[in-house]
């Protein structure tokens, strides 16, 4: 039988569902350092292509749910309350504002200001 390596974090029933296929499949439980490093891994493909992708209002509630599934596990990984996050994102918006006006940012002159954004792409 041919073998798929897909090497991600996924969800608990996933083996039974694969194994009710009558698939085979291995399974290792990750340590703490590596659970962390996969969670973040899982929250950047499930906002990542598959968000873009999606098409009508189901499929983009269905992303939303399992990026915040990922995101709810992160912060109880890390201890972090919804308070805390809910405070920050107050920060945020009294520092940077929202995203009411719509604005795309189409260039700027390089004021050494740095973004999430690699530089130079077009």
């Known amino acids: 039988m041919k ?4 090497r991600k974090l996924i969800r608990d029933k996933i ?12 399974t290792r439980r990750l340590s703490k ?3 962390l490093k996969e969670l973040l891994k899982k929250a ?8 873009l992708k ?3 209002k189901k499929e983009i509630v269905e992303e939303i749910a399992d990026v915040l599934d990922v995101i709810d596990e992160i912060l109880k990984f890390k201890k972090i309350t919804q308070k805390q996050v809910i405070d920050q994102q107050k920060k945020n918006f009294e ?12 260039w700027s002159s390089d004021d050494k200001y740095m973004t ?4 130079g792409k077009k």
Do not use: M
């Open 95 to 106: 520092k940077k504002g929202g995203f009411a006006k719509r604005l795309y940012l189409v």
């Open 116 to 119: 999430n954004e690699k530089l």
């Open 33 to 35: 350092v590596e659970f």
């Open 3 to 6: 073998r798929v390596y897909y």
């Open 15 to 26: 083996p039974e569902k694969i194994s009710n296929r009558g698939s085979e499949l291995e």
């Open 54 to 56: 999606s098409k009508g």
């Open 44 to 51: 950047g493909e499930e906002s990542g292509e598959l968000f």
